[in-house]
């Protein structure tokens, strides 16, 4: 008879239960050894987090945080990257109940475009959103906004536009305080009419951090995902 070949933590991903002799042909999900589980839907669920491309657009997934019967659909990409600020979310909802549910980091060309259109999303999801055109005066750094809103907020989101790339080397953010703010799994960047790749080339920091993009996922559906992850 074959032996599973992880007996104790599960398989790290569907590629590794495919390959062991004992669980390859076993329906469903499978448990990470990051210690969320999720159920993995599609036709091809041996791909792995490796190949974030491929698994992208063969299957989608559902993570622990969204309830049953819920239209949202996710990659198993997404739910890696997205998991860690969950449970940034739940510490933060726990220990400083009154914080805004997220923040919006956008490039002032931005504020009256495609930031403007997220906010009005996020807000009609349920979202309470902090948002620069409301909450904060005109002139004040983007670092010190991100300081601000991260202060106030659960999470925080950084609208990835072309106007950002523009913007992100005159605002000289040090590698120190971008590292913090990712380290504390608040921040997610959103990519709109840009690449991964060409803020990469700006900001390698912070193009580590995989988010959502508009190229997968409409802003409404984008923002659908975000009042998922911050409901508590």
Request: net charge positive.
């Amino acid at each position: 008879m074959a032996r599973c070949t992880a007996p104790v933590r599960g398989h790290s991903s569907a590629a590794a239960a495919a390959s062991c002799p004992a669980c390859r042909y076993r329906s469903g999900g499978y448990r990470s050894s990051y210690g969320s589980s999720y159920q993995s839907y599609g036709s091809n669920n041996s791909s792995s987090y490796g190949n974030s491309s491929s698994v992208r657009s063969t299957s989608s997934a559902r993570p622990r945080w969204s309830k049953a019967g819920s239209s949202v659909s996710y990659t198993p990409a997404q739910i890696q990257s997205l998991t860690p600020v969950r449970e940034a979310v739940e510490v933060r909802a726990a220990t400083q109940p009154d914080l805004r549910d997220a923040f919006l980091c956008h490039a002032w060309d931005d504020r009256k475009g495609p930031a403007k259109d997220l906010h009005d999303l996020l807000e009609k999801a349920g979202v309470k959103v902090w948002f620069s055109e409301k909450d904060l005066g005109l002139g004040v750094p983007m670092m010190r906004a991100i300081d601000k809103g991260l202060a106030n907020s659960r999470i925080g989101l950084v609208l990835v536009t072309p106007a950002m790339l523009n913007r992100l080397p005159k605002e000289s953010v040090a590698d120190k305080e971008l590292s913090a703010l990712l380290a504390g799994n608040q921040l997610i960047p959103i990519v709109h009419n840009t690449s991964y790749e060409a803020l990469r080339n700006v900001s390698p920091l912070l193009a580590s951090r995989t988010g959502l993009d508009t190229t997968e996922d409409t802003m409404a559906e984008v923002a659908k995902k975000i009042a998922e992850l911050v409901e508590v």
